[in-house]
C-alpha cells in the first residue's frame, strides 16, 4: 500500500522555502493540489483582480512542477468534497494506495476560511488522514500571550529559507480541473490598467530591483503618491498569496546589509541611504506578522470592532450610500482622495499613507462605519491580506483603543505629498488645467478664474462632499467623548493585553 502525501497548495504558491512541500517530498509520493474554492471566491472582500493574480502564480507554478515531472491538480468546489472525491480516485489507481497525510500551510485569513479549516481538521479526524500544517510566516498559533511574540519572530525568520526539494516523486491522477475563470465571477468594477503580475519570479525580481535599485531612498519616498509607486518594495501582493515568503525577503535584506558592509569595507563607493532604507524595509516585514497575528489571535477581528468601548460610535446598520458611493468613486470633491481612490481601483495599489488617508476620510470626515468601508477596498487592494486590513482599517478609524487617533488633512496632504500637482493631475485629469495653488482646493477658486481655466466646480467636477474643518472637528469631538469615557481605559487595557505590540507599555501609550 503506499501511502500519498497531498499538498494543498493554498496562499503559499511557490516552490522555495515551501515547508509543507519539502515534508511531503521526504514522506513518500506526493500530490500537489490547488482548489478554487466558491465559498471564498464569492466573499464580499474578494474581487477579480484577486483571481487573475492567483491564476497568474498558479500558471508559473504548475509550470514548475510540471518540469520536476509533476501535476498540479486544479478542482473547483468546497474543500470537503474535493477531499472526499480525490480520496476516493487515490484508492481506485491500479498501485494500492491511499490518502495518508495532507500537508498545508498555517493559514490567518478571514473568518470563513478559519471555519473551512475546522471543517478539514474534522473530515481528517473521521477518515483517519493526518493533517499537519506547518507554519510559513512569523505568526505563532496558540499564542499564549504576547509578551515574547518578537523573539519568537526573530527565531522563526532565523532560520535559513527551504531550497526546492531536489527529489519529488508525483502522483497524476486522470481527471484534473483547469484555470477557474475570472469572468465566471460577479462584474468587477476594477479597471485592470497596470496591475502587477503574478507568478514566483515576478515576486523574486521584485524583491531583487527593490533591494538593488528602486529601494535607495525608500525611507524618504515610501509616503508619497509620487514617488511611491517606484520606491516601495510593492511585495505586498506577492507576500498575501505567498509567491514568496516573508523569511526570503527577510533574508535577502540581511544578505545586501552584508554586502553593503563588505563593499564599504573594501573602499567602495556605497550611498549610505540604504542601510537606513533596508532598515525601514525590514521592521516592516515584522510588522506584517504582528498585525496579522492580531487576527489570529481574535479571528472576529474581521467584523467585530477591536475595543469594546467604541461599539455604536458609528452606524453599524445603515450606510450612507451616496457618501459611499461618491468615496468609493473618487468624487469627493477633495482632489488627493479622489486621485488616491481613482489610482487604486487602476492599480491595485496605494502606500501606506495615502491608504491611512482615505480611510482616515471615510471613517472621520463621512463618518462610515468601517464595516462597510472595509470589504469595499478589500476588492481594489491587489494584497489584501485580512490580519493587516481589517486592523489597520479600525486603527485608521480610532476604534482600537490602543493607537493615538490621527486624523488626516486631505487638504494638507496634497500640499506635502503631492506637491506639484502630478499625481491629482494624472488621475483626475478634469483638473488637469488648474493652477497649482488651487489644485487642493479647487472649489475656493473665484468663479472667474474657474472659466479662465476652463472648468466649473460643480459640474465638472464635484464640491466637497462636506466641510473638511467643520467635519474634522466633529469627528474629533466624538472620538474623545468615548475615549474620556469611564471604562475606556480598562477596555483600551484589556485590548493591550492580548493583542498591543509591547515595543511601548500601556502607560507610555497615548491612550490617555
Ligand atoms: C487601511 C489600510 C489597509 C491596509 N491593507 C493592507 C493589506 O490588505 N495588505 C497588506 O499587505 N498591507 C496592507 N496595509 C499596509 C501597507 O499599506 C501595505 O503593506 C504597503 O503599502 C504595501 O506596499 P509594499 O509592499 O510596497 O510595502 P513596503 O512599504 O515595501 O513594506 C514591505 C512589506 O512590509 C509590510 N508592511 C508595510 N507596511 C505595513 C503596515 N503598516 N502594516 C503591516 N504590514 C506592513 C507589507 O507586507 C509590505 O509588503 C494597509 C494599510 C492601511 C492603512
Request: include cysteine.
Amino acid at each position: 500500500m503506499r501511502d500519498i502525501q497531498l499538498v494543498w497548495f493554498k496562499r503559499d504558491l511557490r516552490i522555495r522555502d515551501h515547508a509543507a512541500l519539502t515534508a511531503a517530498a521526504a514522506r513518500g509520493p506526493v500530490l500537489c493540489l490547488y482548489v478554487y474554492e466558491p465559498v471564498l471566491l464569492q466573499a464580499d472582500d474578494h474581487d477579480a483582480i484577486h483571481l487573475d493574480f492567483v491564476n497568474g502564480c498558479l500558471h508559473e507554478l504548475s509550470t514548475s512542477l510540471r518540469a520536476r515531472g509533476i501535476l498540479l491538480h486544479r478542482r473547483t468546489g468546497d474543500i470537503v468534497p474535493v477531499f472526499e472525491a480525490l480520496r476516493a480516485e487515490i484508492a481506485m489507481l491500479a498501485t494500492p494506495s491511499r490518502l495518508e497525510t495532507i500537508w498545508a500551510h498555517e493559514e490567518t485569513t478571514g473568518w470563513t476560511a478559519y471555519q473551512r479549516d475546522r471543517d478539514v481538521r474534522r473530515w481528517c479526524r473521521e477518515r483517519g488522514v493526518a493533517f499537519h500544517e506547518l507554519p510559513q510566516t512569523g505568526v505563532v498559533r496558540r499564542l499564549a500571550s504576547r509578551d515574547g511574540w518578537a523573539s519568537a519572530w526573530e527565531a522563526r525568520m532565523a532560520a535559513r529559507p527551504l531550497p526546492t526539494p531536489p527529489q519529488i516523486e508525483g502522483i497524476t491522477l486522470t481527471e484534473t480541473g483547469t484555470a477557474f475563470d475570472s469572468t465566471a465571477l460577479p462584474p468587477t468594477a476594477a479597471v485592470r490598467q497596470s496591475l502587477q503580475l503574478g507568478g514566483e519570479s515576478a515576486a523574486r525580481d521584485t524583491l531583487r530591483s527593490f533591494l538593488r535599485e528602486r529601494g535607495v531612498n525608500y525611507r524618504v519616498e515610501m509616503s508619497s503618491p509620487v514617488t511611491s509607486f517606484d520606491a516601495c518594495s510593492r511585495l505586498s501582493a506577492y507576500m498575501s498569496v505567498g509567491a514568496i515568503s516573508v523569511r526570503t525577503c527577510e533574508h535577502s535584506a540581511r544578505a545586501r546589509l552584508v554586502q553593503l558592509a563588505d563593499a564599504l569595507d573594501a573602499g567602495e563607493f556605497v550611498d549610505l541611504r540604504w542601510r537606513n532604507s533596508i532598515g525601514s524595509f525590514r521592521s516592516r516585514l515584522r510588522w506584517h506578522c504582528h498585525f496579522m497575528q492580531k487576527l489570529e489571535d481574535q479571528p472576529r477581528l474581521e467584523f467585530e470592532t477591536m475595543c469594546d468601548a467604541y461599539v455604536g460610535l458609528r452606524n453599524e446598520q445603515q450606510v450612507d450610500a451616496a457618501r459611499l458611493d461618491a468615496w468609493i468613486h473618487g468624487q469627493t470633491g477633495y482632489p488627493l482622495i479622489d486621485a488616491c481612490m481613482r489610482a487604486v481601483r487602476a492599480t491595485g495599489w496605494l502606500p501606506f499613507r495615502m491608504r491611512a488617508m482615505v480611510v482616515s476620510f471615510a471613517s472621520y470626515h463621512l463618518w462610515l462605519h468601517w464595516r462597510f468601508t472595509a470589504p469595499l477596498l478589500a476588492q481594489h487592494f491587489l494584497d489584501f491580506e485580512a490580519g493587516i486590513h481589517y486592523s489597520q482599517f479600525q486603527m485608521q478609524s480610532g476604534v482600537t483603543g490602543i493607537n493615538a487617533v490621527r486624523i488626516y488633512n486631505p487638504v494638507k496632504q496634497a500640499v506635502e505629498q503631492d506637491p506639484d500637482g502630478r499625481f491629482i493631475r494624472t488621475w483626475v485629469p478634469e483638473l488637469a488645467a488648474v493652477p497649482l495653488e488651487s489644485l487642493a482646493e479647487p472649489h475656493r477658486m473665484p468663479v472667474m478664474l474657474q472659466a479662465m481655466y476652463g472648468i466649473q466646480i460643480g459640474r465638472d467636477y464635484p464640491n466637497p462632499i462636506v466641510d473638511n474643518v467643520t467635519a474634522m472637528r466633529a469627528a474629533r469631538d466624538q472620538v474623545w467623548a468615548v475615549r474620556k469615557a469611564p471604562g475606556t481605559r480598562q477596555a483600551a487595557r484589556r485590548v493591550y493585553d492580548k493583542l498591543g505590540s509591547r515595543k511601548e507599555p500601556f502607560h507610555q501609550r497615548d491612550i490617555r
